[in-house]
């Protein structure tokens, strides 16, 4: 069976938009959660990590090859994976498909997300993010 790609072809100067993105909405993640108190619904702020990370791994593959993941963005690790071959830390990857595993519930699930998780996220993507600035 064929495999469908889920990624599009891009501009060679899109990746820096995409990294100015990245840094956006890691910035909102970050200020959701400095100002946050315990009890508030911290979904909002996940959501915005969830995106800085997608951001991150559409820069990195932009950059390098042109592409960018659409519609599944649980296909972006394995674009990236293609992207960089073995250069790409296990551990990144995986901090990646941890983050993107949250989307959905962040965006769209009925729960809130605590203090406590939205720090976790942040920390998690912070690692990941200091990692995608040096591959850029």
């Not at 830390?89 to 983050?99: A, F, H, M, V």
């Amino acid at each position: 069976m064929a495999r469908i790609s889920t990624a599009r072809t891009v501009d060679t100067d899109f990746w820096e938009g995409r990294l100015k993105q990245a840094r956006a909405f890691q910035q909102a993640g970050e200020n959701l959660v400095a100002l946050a108190n315990p009890g508030d619904n911290l979904s909002p702020a996940i959501s915005n990590i969830v995106l800085a990370a997608i951001a991150y791994a559409d820069a990195i593959t932009a950059k390098h090859r042109q592409l960018v993941n659409t519609q599944d963005h649980g296909a972006a690790p394995r674009l990236l994976r293609d992207t960089l071959g073995n250069t790409l830390p296990g551990s990144q990857e995986s901090r990646l498909r941890k983050l993107l595993s949250l989307k959905d519930s962040a965006q769209y699930g009925a729960r809130p997300a605590t203090l406590s998780q939205a720090q976790q996220q942040l920390a998690d993507l912070q690692e990941f993010a200091l990692w995608a600035e040096q591959q850029l």
